[in-house]
């Protein structure tokens, strides 16, 4: 498994601000996601975040809304801009450790909220 | 539709008994599937996997058994305790074109109560 860290774990924040999530992996991954889980929900994948190149999105998912960033193999970040309050979900980063067997470990998630 | 789906949204169990939590799938080509354990305010913790060449496989006080005759999965929790209280979700690859390496598709979850 892997140790993964985000960044913050809860916002509140107003209409038509933008935050960006941080998640922070302890180990070698080969591929990084990002999902969202609206409240009461499953979970959609937004993106795949790719190192050095534009992420790529899943149908109803743009990068002018939901840009991403993964300078690194360990390091991404996902920015949610101009937000509304349709926007209020769980955000999880999500990783592919190297030797895991292709399995896919969670981040604890941001719970933003937008008021 | 959703690939994936789940019977119950809600199972509620007396501590130590054993819960066992459902899961259809409809796509006859899946070949891998996982269950994730949610706590409140957490991330979706992988349990146990199985592929399509298997029937069942067990893990510690964790059983999955996979019908594909019906195309039904379950997860089975022997001696469920109170730190077993989650949200349990089955999911899948998605196998469409285009489709990322990391797509699961996720069920809806079942919400497990453990009564002491």
């Known amino acids: 498994s892997a140790v993964i860290s985000q960044k913050p774990s809860r916002d509140i924040c107003q209409r038509g601000t933008s935050l960006t999530i941080q998640c922070q992996v302890d180990?070698?991954?080969?591929?990084m996601f990002w999902y969202r889980q609206q409240p009461g929900q499953s979970l959609t994948l937004i993106a795949t975040?790719?190192?050095?190149?534009?992420?790529?999105?899943e149908s109803g998912f743009v990068i002018d809304k939901f840009p991403i960033s993964r300078p690194n193999l360990t390091f991404s970040t996902l920015t949610v801009s101009n937000m509304s309050p349709e926007d209020s979900s769980i955000y999880l980063c999500s990783v592919v450790v190297r030797g895991s067997d292709e399995k896919l470990f969670f981040g604890s998630g941001t719970q933003l909220s937008v008021l | 539709g959703e690939s994936v789906g789940l019977h119950l949204p809600t199972l509620s169990v007396q501590e130590g008994d054993n819960s066992i939590i459902n899961c259809a799938y409809s796509n006859s080509a899946s070949d891998y599937f996982i269950w994730y354990k949610q706590e409140s305010g957490k991330g979706p913790q992988f349990i146990i996997d199985i592929r399509s060449n298997m029937d069942k496989r067990q893990g510690q006080r964790v059983t999955v058994l996979l019908n594909k005759t019906v195309k039904h999965l379950s997860l089975q929790i022997a001696a469920t305790q109170p730190g077993d209280s989650a949200v349990y979700f089955c999911?899948?690859?998605?196998?469409?074109?285009?489709?990322?390496?990391?797509?699961?598709?996720f069920g809806k979850g079942t919400k497990l109560s453990v009564k002491p």
């Open positions: 975040a790719n190192q050095g190149s534009e992420a790529t999105y």
């Open positions: 999911a899948e690859p998605w196998v469409g074109y285009g489709g990322s390496q990391g797509n699961l598709i």
């Open positions: 180990s070698q991954v080969t591929m």
